[in-house]
């Protein structure tokens, strides 16, 4: 999957074309469109130059789930957009709105034209057309599932639409995405798609993300019962912890393990490589030297104090999450970090880097210790908390910690949120927790954060190409 990125960049290309800032248009041109939809390779192509677009997106991913929550702060340069996104300031007209917007739109427009398109091939020549189309939704789900989360209300589309139709599409109450698309394309989705991938394949979409995606999709809008069955679900599809938590990020080593559920997906060498080891690595030449990691270092995602202050000293997931002050270098000593430099980092994303911003570290969506605490959280809110210890204490177990046994509802519901603070810290997870379980302005008020920025405001450039306010009005706060 990670190859197959790149082999199809120039295809997608072809398939459509950029047009301003809302949604890609098919293009005129001298080849017709229809004729690049005729044969099973043809969607194939099709369906990763859509995955392409998330590999892009989620280059800048971090600045919404983890710089915008209370356990990732930037410490050095304020000048930039995880800054303005740490400090409650980003403003409308910031660059990385206009592009998380226009990518998240050119997913949903390439998928809604493989799922036109697909329609009248011919299953005999198109011999994966089933898969092809879970795939699709899957992919459209998951862009409205993180558009709605970022943004709130924003233009369904269901099918390709021209130039004249896009400029008259108004934004839609998020509920009504949920329930029309996100939700029902997950459900297809996992019907659709097989447990497991083999080969090239490995690392699209599966049944089981499918149904992880939708189990956080029903807690984000606190369907507890409903997230129960579909959590439990995942469970029986033979996922388990591996059982040395540092493992998950040895990027010598595979990446699709027992706990893997989905990522995104990045190589290095050809093209596709990460920006993340460079982007969050300490700006210390010696320390780079160590690791291995070429071109600038950019220090951004610092863990903060308070993350520092709910690690215990026998937490085996501590040392690879949360460091300060400085580095062991090649001899076991320890060196301190420039002073002028940031002092505290993550070691989550740390590899050896061949080329500036070009890392094999992928970006993990979700794994089976997040799934595991989804149901235990899914479980206690349905009064079944003495069923939702076993689940938290798996995590707790894998991380050399002594389980819970009697806790009271109220009382394991803290103990899950701390949980998630400790295992998926750095993994695009927290701001979006503390949205969906009410926590946002409490925790983050001292922070700078107000009562109506649990969305961030949708592109000037987009409320000013639509110019309709009944329309096309921005979030309120943000006039």
């Known amino acids: 999957m990670k190859k197959l990125l790149s082999l199809v960049a120039l295809t997608s290309l072809l398939m459509v074309s950029c047009s301003k800032e809302f949604i ?35 280059q800048d991913f971090w600045i919404y789930g983890d710089a915008r929550g209370d356990d990732s702060r930037q410490e050095v340069v ?24 226009r990518n998240y739109y050119n997913i ?27 795939e699709a939704k899957f992919l459209r789900a998951f862009a409205y599932f993180d558009l709605v989360r970022i943004f709130g209300d924003v233009p369904l589309l269901t099918k390709p639409v021209t130039t004249a ?43 089981g993300a499918a149904k992880a995606i939708l189990g956080r999709v029903y807690m984000t809008r606190k369907d507890f019962v409903k ?6 679900e995942i ?59 070429k071109g600038g270092l950019t220090e951004t995602n610092s863990p903060s104090p308070g993350l520092f202050a709910i690690f215990t000293a026998d937490d085996k997931r501590k040392d690879i999450t949360v460091q300060k002050d400085g580095f062991i270098d090649k001899t076991g000593a320890f060196v301190k970090l420039p002073s002028a430099t940031s002092q505290a980092y993550t070691r989550k ?19 089976y210790a997040d799934v595991l605490l989804l149901y235990a959280e899914a479980l206690n809110e349905n009064g079944k908390t003495a069923q939702a210890l076993p689940f938290i204490n798996q995590v707790r177990t894998r991380a050399g910690l002594t389980g819970y046994s009697n806790l009271a509802k109220d009382e394991l519901r803290e103990k899950i949120y701390l949980e998630r603070r400790l295992e998926l810290s750095f993994e695009g997870v927290r701001w979006f927790d503390l949205v969906r379980t009410g926590r946002a302005f409490d925790t983050l ?19 000013q190409l639509m110019n309709n306010r009944t329309l096309f009005p921005q979030n309120p706060g943000y006039e």
Do not use: C
């Open 24 to 58: 890609e248009i098919p293009p005129v041109a001298t080849v017709s469109v229809d004729a690049l939809y005729k044969t099973d390779k043809d969607f194939q192509d099709a369906v990763v130059a859509s995955y392409n677009t998330l590999q892009t997106q989620y």
């Open 165 to 207: 139709e896009a400029y008259t599409q108004a934004r839609e109450k998020a509920d009504k995405i949920y329930d029309e698309v996100i939700i029902k394309d997950l459900l297809d989705a996992e019907n659709g798609l097989p447990v497991k991938y083999t080969g090239a394949d490995v690392g699209r979409a599966t049944k």
């Open 78 to 101: 304020k000048t930039d957009p995880w800054y303005f996104s740490d400090a409650f300031i980003l403003s409308s007209d910031n660059d990385l709105l206009k592009t998380t917007w």
């Open 445 to 463: 008020k001292s922070l700078g954060m107000k009562e109506y920025m649990t969305v961030f405001a949708v592109p000037l450039g987009q409320i």
């Open 108 to 134: 949903i427009n390439r998928t809604n034209i493989i799922l036109a398109k697909i329609e009248s091939a011919d299953a005999a020549v198109v011999t994966n057309k089933p898969r092809h189309i879970a």
């Open 235 to 293: 469970t029986t599809l033979g996922y388990s912890l591996l059982p040395n938590y540092n493992d998950l990020f040895d990027y010598t080593k595979n990446e699709h393990h027992n706990e893997y559920i989905f990522d995104i997906e990045y190589e290095e060498g050809i093209g596709e490589g990460s920006v993340f080891t460079n982007r969050f690595f300490p700006n210390s030449a010696a320390m780079a030297d160590v690791y291995g990691v």
């Open 349 to 367: 994303y740390i590899t050896p880097v061949g080329t500036a911003n070009d890392s094999r570290a992928n970006w993990k969506v979700i794994r």
């Open 227 to 232: 997230a129960e069955t579909k959590l439990q």
